[in-house]
């Protein structure tokens, strides 16, 4: 899909459909007036006055405009009322009007932006309307064969403005929204792709891709490698599968070679059966996502080196299945892991603590300033959450505080959950160090404990994405299945992390 930015008038622009937003509490004549003239304003009036359209949010309408303008339609999106305005609502009303023009079979959009009394800068409302477009008309189509003519595709999302200072803040913000847009498809695809095409060796391979970028730099430790080190948690679970682990370590060097890098660590089971411990067979196809994590952090390298950050940036992605094979771990089976420590496993199915503590015990290599780790790891938290949020745990107050605002700021928010002392006992083991898992009761909570123990002195937050990663229903700006829940989240706390609090 292409993003244009074009110079022009929205009344003079020869566009297949002009998206204009409109309050629900917006007074007769509507803005539009002033942009497309009297005649589509007296136009909207009507379809006002009938009822057919008083722009609540998400409400979109569309209009026939024979000849005041070249514009042959007029999308008309709602927004709400005025007070309520976000930037979370605005991506979701752009959605929803891209997706109305898809459904009409047309090949692009043209976008206007209105910043009049929204108190919004036209470069946060072009990011958020375009990111919210892009998004919303996210489709996974590379399996179906049938009928492909009737897959309809936008081609080209179109900016118009007429003002000189507004189109530059529209060309920024439209790189801007490309790029993050680009990592959070990058990141769908590799969750909707089904375990048989997304195998640990398929994520190494997507992440050479990703290194062929400027600055990036891709390591991939194979299962002989990590022998060699004393990755046993990680090597553990990949015991019952036949497809080889990969340990991938992506490294984005924004800044200066002495910098302390922030590691990112991100959950990479291609596909999660549960084990011996094995799960149900309702809904086991959906564990095919349960990568989303690794896939979230290589979308954020992605996007980190796109928008050429000042920072370091490394992201591993620990990547095996979880299968009941022949050598596949058992119940009661020890384990040493990369630290030292050992891990008595009591469920094959609580297999993504396993291969985090590896991994966060290989970030400690880089001297972090941060880790962030992010994993669909425990049921419990989809239970407890639901999928409109991310549980948050971690020893760190302002990493804590910068991943709050970027989940605000970018919509993909965070819940905290407490990480006390008191449930660490849960996950004592008679014969081990630690076992893992510490029963139902706490389930998000006990499994962040354990993966604490793992983490060493340095700061360090674990992001529960069990809930949202996956929807069995369409959101504003995020059709069902894979969400790429993360990555905006990450690029988001990255662009500010050396800012203040100012607004990126
Ligand atoms: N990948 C699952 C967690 C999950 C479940 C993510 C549903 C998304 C949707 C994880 O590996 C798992 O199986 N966790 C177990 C842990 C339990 C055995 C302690 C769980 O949540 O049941
Ligand atoms: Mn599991
Ligand atoms: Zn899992």
Not at 41 to 62: C, E, M, P, R, S
Not at 206 to 218: F, G
Not at 485 to 500: A, E, F, H, P, S
Request: glycine share 10%; with cysteine.
């Amino acid at each position: 899909m292409k993003i244009e930015i074009k110079k022009g008038k929205p009344a003079e622009y020869p566009a297949e459909a002009i998206v204009l937003t409109r309050f629900e509490d917006s007074e007769a004549p509507a803005g539009a007036t002033r942009f497309l003239g009297a005649t589509i304003g007296a136009l909207i009036d009507d379809v006002v006055k009938n009822g057919d359209f008083q722009g609540k949010l998400y409400q979109t309408a569309v209009l026939y405009t024979r000849d005041p303008i070249p514009a042959r339609r007029v999308i008309l999106a709602g927004l709400g009322p005025k007070k309520d305005l976000d930037m979370e609502k605005l991506r979701g009303a752009y959605a929803g009007a891209a997706r109305q023009a898809r459904a009409l079979g047309l090949k692009e959009i043209t976008l206007f932006l209105d910043v009049h009394d929204t108190g919004q800068t036209i470069r946060q409302m072009t990011e958020a309307a375009l990111e919210g477009a892009i998004l919303g008309i996210y489709q996974f189509t590379p399996y179906k064969t049938l009928e492909r003519e009737k897959i309809k595709i936008i081609e080209r999302i179109t900016v118009v403005d007429d003002k000189d200072d507004a189109l530059k803040e529209i060309r920024a913000a439209a790189k801007t929204a490309e790029v993050v847009a680009h990592a959070v498809y990058f990141a769908r695809d590799l969750v909707s792709t089904p375990g048989n095409d997304m195998t640990p060796s398929d994520m190494a391979q997507a992440a050479r891709r990703i290194a062929e970028r400027k600055r990036v730099s891709v390591k991939v430790l194979d299962v002989a490698q990590m022998k060699k080190l004393g990755m046993h948690a990680l090597l553990g679970v990949a015991r019952g599968s036949d497809e080889p682990a990969k340990f991938i370590i992506l490294e984005y060097r924004g800044a200066k070679r002495g910098e302390s890098p922030i590691v990112l660590v991100g959950k990479g089971l291609t596909f999660d059966s549960g084990g011996i411990s094995i799960k149900p067979s309702e809904n086991m196809e959906e564990m095919k996502s349960d990568m989303a994590g690794g896939a979230a952090v290589m979308g954020a390298i992605m996007a980190a080196a796109d928008l050429q950050l000042p920072l370091n940036v490394v992201g591993l992605v620990p990547a095996t299945e979880n299968l009941p094979g022949g050598n596949a771990l058992k119940p009661g089976d020890i384990l040493k892991s990369f630290s030292g420590q050992t891990i008595e496993v009591v469920n094959t199915d609580a297999e993504g603590r396993l291969i985090l503590a590896d991994a966060l015990t290989y970030a400690q290599r880089f001297q972090p300033a941060a880790v962030i780790d992010l994993a669909t790891l425990t049921g419990a938290c989809k239970i407890a959450l639901g999928d409109h949020v991310i549980g948050m745990l971690g020893n760190d107050g302002s990493l804590k505080e910068k991943i709050r605002t970027a989940g605000e700021r970018t919509g993909e928010r965070v819940w905290e959950l407490p990480l006390w002392e008191d449930y660490h006992e849960l996950i004592k083991s008679d014969v081990a160090d630690f076992k893992n898992t510490g029963g139902r009761a706490g389930g998000v909570i006990t499994a962040a404990a354990f993966l604490s123990k793992f983490v060493g002195a340095c700061p360090w937050v674990h992001l529960d994405i069990a809930g949202p990663a996956w929807l069995a229903k369409d959101k504003p700006y995020a059709p069902k299945g894979a969400t790429g829940i993360g990555v905006r989240l990450l690029v988001q706390c990255l662009r500010d992390w050396k800012r203040d609090a100012a607004p990126a």
